[in-house]
């Protein structure tokens, strides 16, 4: 029995639809419960020293930043493999306002690497987390 008729028998994703779809669940995983790791180690990290959560967060961001190419990357293969010109109007709109958080919580991420206020990076840190996790869920949504 080859790859493609075992995964038919069992229900499974087949080959390449697995590869695609973990790929882009895996970089997910990074960017999102990198976030939320962040979250819970600064507080940690700020008895270490004042210069303790920017190495944090400079470590965090060589793992974030191509965890999100990824997703990039892979979502365009989803959409390819999806045919997406074929799929409902709702789903094409859950996909529209996917584009627009992922393009906010790339942009949120980036200012917050760049904000020089306590209020700054809070709020572009929060905007960050919180549009991201909207994402994940439009991620499943579209997914059925
Ligand atoms: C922060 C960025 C992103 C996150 C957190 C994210 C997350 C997810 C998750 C969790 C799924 C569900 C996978 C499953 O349950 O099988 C998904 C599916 C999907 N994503 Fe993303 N995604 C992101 C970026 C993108 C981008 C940039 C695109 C398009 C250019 C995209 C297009 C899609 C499509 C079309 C699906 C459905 C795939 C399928 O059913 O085969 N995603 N995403």
Redesign the pocket.
Known sequence: MDVQSFAADLSLTPGLDALR?FL??AA?TI??GGMFVMLGLVPTARTLGPDAPKALARAFAKLSWPAFAV??LT??W??A??HAESKSMSWNMV?GI?YLL?IL?GLAAWLHGRASSKAAMGAWGSIAGIS?VL??LA??L???
């Open positions: 779809l882009h669940v997910a960017w999102v997703l990039v979502g365009f989803n959409l493999a999806l996909m996917k992922v919580t991201a994402a994940l991620g499943v579209l997914a059925g």
